[in-house]
């Protein structure tokens, strides 16, 4: 059996201070931390994902406001443009709106 790719028998002839070794060595490298620093992470990620949430669904609003505020728009500029009269001396014939011939 290995142990952080030492052979076990290191540690269980250092007794305690093989333990304490190994103990620091979690806690160096990040491997043991304490439990509130886990329910803290935890908090935080929980939190971020219910932001991210939150987010989602304002920019799904925005997006669908946007649309409509474009179509009105849209109708609008079309029913101004259609109501401008013909440049003088145009002898083109204006074709009708909404896709009528």
């Known amino acids: ?23 620091l060595f979690m806690v160096y490298t990040g491997r043991l931390v304490p439990r509130a620093t886990v329910d803290d992470i935890r908090a935080d990620r929980d939190n971020w994902r219910q932001v991210a949430l939150a987010k989602e669904e304002t920019r799904q ?14 109708a609008t500029v079309d029913r101004f443009i259609g109501s401008l009269p013909p440049p003088p001396g145009d002898q083109r014939r204006r074709l009708p709106r909404n896709g009528g011939s």
């Open 1 to 23: 059996m290995e142990i952080f790719g030492l052979p076990a028998g290191v540690f269980l002839q250092g007794g305690a201070v093989g333990f304490l070794f190994i103990v």
């Open 61 to 74: 609003v925005e997006a669908a406001q946007s649309h409509l505020v474009l179509e009105e728009l849209s």
